[in-house]
């Protein structure tokens, strides 16, 4: 999820499970197209250069990507949510030889980004439609060497992919030394991504948190990347990393991050949990 961008005039409207899809072509770069449901951006692709990581959010998921193993070293990868598939696209890119998996409920919108963005040239993709804890229970355990969590209803995370049960199933499937990666949206004072890092940090002994300083410090509506892992993480490199961004971010991990979520309690499944939407000027909606 990210702000609307510069696109053409006119979008191309297709009805999905989820409600309505636009994909919009990029004005500016050839070969670029925002998809967006119901008004909310999900994903930027770049079908002529697959590197190219427009949204702030996804170049940060791009860096933890580079940061994790020897440049070009092949991954193992399971996608929650799949939208354009921008991240498997560039894992594909960046790290031949990788075979990842992308779970996306919505059959729908599946068909509209195989037939517009087309996947079947990604070498190592499969997609599977299934919704998130359904597609990561019938996962083998120490299958995959990164589990990506990347899921909206339209800008909302779905509660159910955001328990402390869900993120200890998705560890059942990473490999020792692998990564759970998550995307979480929150906004006035964070109290969703506290809750969320708490629960993050419940089940692996090690994580980081990366964003925006004006969204890290709760005066503004938008995306956290949240890592955890049960070896240590590339915390000095992710830090470089995110200090020499073209758009800066700040990283926080260790005792910052406890403080972070000090008296934050992780989510439970069976919780009555109100995931944080966005205040409708953030899309540009009145």
């Known amino acids: 999820m990210a702000r609307k961008g510069r696109h053409g005039p006119r979008p191309d409207t297709f009805t999905i499970a989820g409600g309505e899809a636009e994909l919009l072509r ?5 070969g670029g197209w925002m998809l967006l449901v119901g008004g909310v951006p999900q994903s ?4 002529s250069d697959p590197t190219y990581l427009d949204f702030e959010y996804m170049r940060l998921m791009g860096d933890v990507v580079d940061a994790l193993g020897p440049e070009n070293e092949a991954f193992d990868a399971v996608h929650i949510g799949g939208a354009g598939c921008t991240l498997p696209r560039y894992i ?10 992308v779970l996306e409920p919505d059959a729908e919108l599946v068909r ?10 990604v070498p190592g993709l499969r997609i599977r439609i299934t919704d998130g804890r359904s597609g990561v229970a019938a996962l083998a355990d120490e299958s995959d060497d990164l589990v990506v969590m990347d899921a909206f209803a339209e800008a909302s995370m779905p509660v159910e992919l955001a328990t402390r049960e869900f993120v200890l199933d998705a560890a059942r499937v990473l490999r020792p030394r692998g990564v759970y990666l998550a995307n979480v949206a929150d906004g006035f004072r964070l109290p969703f991504a506290r809750r969320v890092a708490a629960t993050v940090r419940s089940v692996f002994p090690h994580a980081l948190l990366m ?12 995306n956290l990347i ?9 915390v000095a490199e992710l830090a470089r990393r995110a200090a020499g961004g073209i758009a800066r971010a ?33 899309f540009g909606r009145s």
């Not at 930027?44 to 079908?47: G, I, S």
């Open 226 to 234: 949240l890592a955890g892992s049960r070896e240590p993480l590339p």
């Open 112 to 121: 509209v980004v195989r037939e517009r963005l087309p996947v079947k040239g």
């Open 250 to 282: 700040r990283m926080v991990a260790g005792d910052d991050l406890a403080a972070f979520c000090a008296g934050a309690a992780p989510l439970h499944d069976g919780e009555e949990i109100v995931t944080p939407t966005p205040p409708p000027q953030v």
């Open 44 to 47: 930027y692709v770049d079908l």
């Open 26 to 30: 990029d004005a500016d770069r050839d």
């Open 211 to 222: 964003g925006d300083p004006g969204v890290l410090r709760g005066r503004r509506f938008g």
């Open 92 to 101: 594909a890119a960046t790290r031949p030889g990788s075979r990842q998996i």
